[in-house]
């Protein structure tokens, strides 16, 4: 299933394709552990059926890295397991939409 308009949309271009490389990632990391998961489905309002078919979904993929960097000990442990720095999902979350600006922080 692509990514349509009314999905969100996300920067064209490689940079906004590995953006949704890394937050897919996570969010294979989060399902990997069943409270995780629990919590994340909980905390999105998804069950396992619209969460596969929302797996694509930018807006969906920027929630998962807003998860992810809430808590620093998660931030740190999806990192290892991807083998990213872990401001490497900061720099994916600020390409995917919903993201919040320098400019919008009070």
Known sequence: MGVTA????APQGGA???????????LAWLMSDEDRALRFLTASGCDATSLRRRANDPLL???????IMEDEASLIEFSAWADLEPAAAARARRLLPGAWSESQLP
């Open 6 to 9: 009314k999905q969100g949309s």
């Open 61 to 67: 993929l920027g929630s998962v890295l807003d998860v």
């Open 16 to 26: 906004a394709t590995q953006a949704e490389i890394v937050a897919l990632r996570a």
